[in-house]
């Protein structure tokens, strides 16, 4: 397959790079004195609108195939020369894989039988960088860099996972919870160590009770047969001792434990293995009636317990020397704060409610493996000798976050730094590893209220090496220490380039000038840039770029449709809307109508307030939304003369600490003052009637909607909540438990947080969709606030449920059927 840009493709790309750049403007008086991000202007001009056919609410909720299929899973082959990427096939979800030079925007399908031949994203390369390893369908595969000639070094139907090179050229996988080693020049294949989660074996037992005692002595074949026994264990203890042939590399970590992680030194000598109970968040104990299922009955799913059911789990850490098989337990109580009750306060507040009073006390904290939602690697990581390893640990509490290293010689852990938060730890924001050249340690940290990143010698006093009032992400460190590579936002909060530090200097050069969304990897030989970018009107495209310096960037893909091209859509503006609440602004993306005259008085447009998912997620950004169907009914409503805003209100992602924890115990409360700012703003500079004003989202966004209609129901005349949340104490732990504590410690918060206590607050109308087969926002919410509401009498509220779809819709009659209704209740509210 070949991925051309056509004439008027190529036109409008250099019409956005023209276009797209920050600008600043008039402004009213309230928006200038407004205090804002240092050198960050207050309206950023986007692309000019694009197209002539005007865009459908049909079509702008049909399957996306028809925007174009953009690449996918994108990563570099190991000559440096050819990315690979998958594109999905038309009118099925299968993907094809093809292989592009840098130098072509002509790909070549990856057939089925050559898939195996083109590495995988995850692939490790030797110290020389002549040999790459990776995994194909559970099976491991070497490759010279040099003449790309591949070795299958296993053929079965085990699956082996996680190849690593270790220092002496050898290579090591995983099966199960065995490690092997396999010499490249022989092909032979050792076991270095297989852990069992269970108790050792207890071997022959004396006996150990009078009567068991008495038939010894008794019963002369019980006696022979114990000795027998006996004799039997001891000649295998003495064969396993004597003969090297046999694999003597057992390690039993005891019952009912799972595996949390497991890592092996680049020595091959030591293990570091965390183990915790065999149960997991999800613990899916809960049910979810499924109505139509395959076989026409009522299925119950199997779906995750929610965080009110939640008890404390802690892990351990077990160090493992292979040569002496000698195993340790590393403690927690050298870390500092481990015994600390940070939830004193809190719990004060719920026991006084109670008439109660709550006396502080210190007491070991439940501490686990920090768990990164974005992370590919995983939270142990050795050193290049082998000779330092480095853990990163977080309390069950979600209060603080240790980097730790380990003394030998004593087998306890070292904390290199505490990172501690009174509201909770960020689950985004924890890369970390080592300088190969020196024992010093590089990690990022939000303790400044934005993620920077540092360097920190063994014991030693950390430097700071970026600093502002921008988040850095995605670290990549070179191989000769020259530069750490990484994404930040340091032009403006939604605006997204690649830099490089210089660990030795703290020096940072920005990378690429695209002016969008980006990320990047780095290829194999160091010297180029593999980018995925998009913006605001321009799906997301492959590009190369010079790794060593800011240089124009290469397009790789063109795959955007010229139906999609050929679509009237309406570019939004992002606005930093002042905050009555924070120094720092709430940035925005405003669709102004098609027909709006700047200056434009009266009062006399309609508005629509879209609130985004996930909470922690931003969506006011330069690039392509992943809401890529809201962004078309955006524009839809903006042709039709509604203002349209789609807030970062507080809780979102890229604007630093303080704004994501301004919700901590109060979720709902700081986002709808927000939103009721966004009105004012509205009324200010967009000419429209506070008296005129919807909102809606899903998930978070819907969660939102209720909080905004329930405490200040003369805020919005309309609302549709979309698979919402209602009740956080049936929501998930790892999520809910940062921003809320657990039920049973803080029911304080829940209350505060859940429309549900506040469903007589609905004055005006309402709309409620719900799936019914969602297993991450249940459709029990619904039901229970349905129910509520029944009570309370209300009487301007409606519920649509989707008999078959998740929590992200699939099927395009249900975005249809969905958007008609929200569409619909705007035109009749509004």
Known sequence: MIFKPSANRTLLALTIASSYMLVGCQTTASTASEPALKNVAPVVATPTNSGSTEITLEQAMAHPDWLGRQPERAYWHSDSRHVVYAIKQPDNELRDLFLQPITSQSASLVTLNKLHTVGAKDAVYSADKKLQAYTFEGNIFTKQIDTGEITQITHDSAKQIKPQFLQDGSLVYRQGTAFYKVDLTTGLAVELAKLHLSEAPKGVQEPDTYIAKEQHKLIDYIALTHKNKKDKQTRKEQIRQQNNSIANTQFYLGKDKKIADMQLSPTGNVLVVVITDNRSWRDDSDIMPNYIAHDGRVKAEKVRRRVADEKPLSSEVIYIDLQSQQQKTLAFDTLPGFDEDVLAEVKKENYAREGKRYQSKKAPRAINLMTDWGWQQSPIVWNDAGTQVAIMLEAWDNKDRWLATVDTENYTLVSQHRLHDEAWINYAYNDFGWLNNSDTLYYLSEQTGYSHIYKKPLNGKATQLTKGQFVVSNLTLTDDDSAIYYKANVEHPGLYEIYRVDPTTGESEQITDLDGMTDYQLSPDQNKLLLTHSKIMSPPELYIAD????????????????????????????????????????????????????????????????????????????????????????????????????????????????????????????????????????????NVDIGSVGTYGGSYGGFMTFMAMFTQPDLFQAGAALRPVTDWAHYNGPYTSNILNHPDVDPIAYEKSSPIYFAEGLKNHLLINAPMVDDNVFFQDTVRLVQRLIELEKENFETAIFPVEPHGFVQPSSWLDEYRRIYKLFKEAL
């Open 547 to 686: 790794a060593k310096a800011k240089s124009p960037a290469t397009q790789l893909t063109n795959t955007v449709s010229d139906e999609f091209l050929a679509k009237k859509l309406i570019a939004p503006k992002i606005v930093a809307v002042p905050s009555s609440h924070t120094d720092q602004p709430i940035y925005a993306k405003v669709y102004y109508p098609a027909d709006y005259q700047l200056g434009e008085t009266g009062n006399t447009r309609k508005a629509v307030i879209f609130n985004h998912g996930a909470g922690y997620l931003q969506n006011s950004h330069m690039g392509w939304s992943g809401y890529f169907r809201e962004f078309m009914f955006h524009s839809l409503l903006a042709s039709e003369g509604y203002v349209v805003m789609d807030m970062d209100y507080r809780a979102s992602k890229g604007y630093g600490r303080d704004w994501r924890t301004a919700i901590y115990r109060q979720m709902g409360t700081p986002e709808t003052q927000d939103l009721a700012d966004g009105v004012s703003w509205m009324a200010d500079n967009a």
